[in-house]
């Protein structure tokens, strides 16, 4: 009795399809704890995001502010607007900001002339602060009258919480009350979150790829051979033969103020990706110089170490090549999916968290609530939608919707023989009670 009892439970468990959402068994990568104030990465290519450590909130971005100027410059260049053998005179504003030695400068004579290349030179590789406000003059007729065009730059690019109020980043306790932006305080400085700074630096990369050609140069020397001639060496000491060289990467922009502490916007390139990095407020910069760079490498190792591109799967659903089917002239039927799109996928973890339950096909034939034949080869049988945990760069892009089809035609049973099979199962599950109230007697 009790070993037809247990044939009876094993072809009835058989007959039951797999209806809930499976996740694999897996431990989740944590991200490591990064000594910043805020991290923020992506994937450069699908945009989704990798580490979110307080990436939403606005902070000082100081001189990563030169990348929003920079676009803007590249983009007039572009149109035909400026040119670079285009000669710019130094203002009194600009040669006045020059002689602070306190600040990232390139020396500029009031009056002299540079050529747009000298000076955009100086503001990509050793962040000038003297290079960019002559840029930002000559070009728009004015600091203030840039600084409005950076404010426009990113309204353009939908980003809508920010305070932008110099073109180099500095905040104005370090620049003469004259310069000030209209209407603003000795401790006001330009703001942005690690998310919208990203976002920043993969408009500047994609759009104008060349920047990168200066941003990764280590050093040059402007000027050379005349009366402001200077090295500028590179402040990101990330780039090949500085202090803290890391391979693969190529930019882009420090930034370090009291209020931003050491920050940094990273791009690099491993194994045909490249990933853009956020990092603010890592210590002072001064005091603690290796911080940044730390913060950095805990970053870049998580998002190229702990992700891999590659389709997703059935098995990422949780769900078997085949599942049972009742009252079909084979017991199960074949699974595919209809898509398999790529996306930056976590290694050792959980992908439940990024499914949205299934939602059934409404045409399909249901016993109660066991899937029942016929099958269709590409009927859908379900869908997803996969949204990965940290979204993407852009809030309001979405992951992929993926639909799992039947892979092959199941045709029913004839009537008499599915009618034949209810009859079993009824006697099976009335069998199965009292058997079960028999032992328990």
Do not use: C
Not at 90 to 98: G, N, P
Not at 262 to 267: E, H, K, Q, V
Request: aromatic share 8%.
């Amino acid at each position: 009795m009790k070993k037809l009892t247990f044939v009876i439970l094993f072809m009835m468990s058989f007959l039951t399809p797999q209806k809930e959402v499976y996740a694999l068994d897996k431990q989740a990568a944590v991200p490591p704890d990064i000594k910043a104030e805020a991290a923020f990465s992506i994937d450069y290519d699908s945009q989704q995001v990798l580490v979110n450590k307080d990436g939403d909130s606005l902070r000082p971005i100081a001189s990563m502010s030169k990348m929003i100027g920079a676009y803007i410059l590249l983009e007039a260049i572009q149109n035909g607007e400026l040119s670079w053998e285009e000669e710019v005179t130094a203002s009194k504003q600009a040669a006045e900001i020059s002689e602070n030695q306190d600040l990232s400068n390139v020396p500029l004579i009031e009056g002299n002339t540079y050529t747009v290349r000298e000076l955009f030179d100086a503001l990509a590789i050793y962040s000038a602060n003297s290079a960019t406000i002559a840029l930002a003059e000559h070009y728009a007729g004015s600091e203030t009258n840039f600084i409005v065009l950076m404010q426009n730059q990113l309204d353009s690019w939908g980003i809508s919480d920010y305070y932008i109020i110099s073109s180099t980043g500095l905040n104005n306790a370090l620049v003469p009350e004259e310069y000030w932006y209209p209407g603003t305080d000795e401790e006001d400085e330009n703001m942005l979150s690690a998310r919208d700074t990203a976002k920043v630096a993969h408009h500047l990369v994609s759009d104008f790829p060349a920047y990168l050609d200066l941003a990764k140069v280590p050093e040059m020397t402007f000027r050379p051979g005349q009366e402001e001639e200077v090295l500028m060496r590179n402040y990101n000491e990330m780039l090949p033969g500085l202090a803290y060289e890391r391979s693969g990467v190529t930019g882009l922009k420090t930034g370090t103020t009291k209020g931003s502490g050491a920050s940094i916007a990273l791009t690099a390139q491993e194994g045909g990706r490249r990933i853009i990095g956020i990092i603010m407020n890592a210590g002072d910069g001064i005091e603690n110089k290796s911080q940044r760079y730390e913060a950095s490498n805990q970053l870049l190792d998580y998002s190229f170490n702990h992700f891999v591109e590659r389709s997703v799967t059935l098995e990422d659903f949780g769900l078997p090549g085949r599942i049972v089917l009742l009252h079909g002239q084979d017991e199960s039927v074949g699974l595919e999916l209809a898509e398999a799109p790529t996306m930056m996928l976590p290694i050792e973890t959980d992908l439940s968290n990024w499914l949205s339950e299934a939602t059934y096909h409404p045409h399909l034939d249901w016993d109660e609530d066991k899937l029942s034949a016929p099958a269709i080869e590409g009927m859908e049988y379900a869908s997803y939608h996969l949204q990965p945990s940290l979204g993407y760069l852009d809030e309001n892009q979405t992951g992929p919707d993926i639909r799992v089809l039947f892979s092959e035609t199941i045709k029913s049973l004839p009537g008499y023989q599915i009618i034949w099979n209810k009859t079993i199962n009824a006697i099976s599950s009335i069998w199965q009670k009292i058997t079960t109230s028999l032992s328990s007697v």
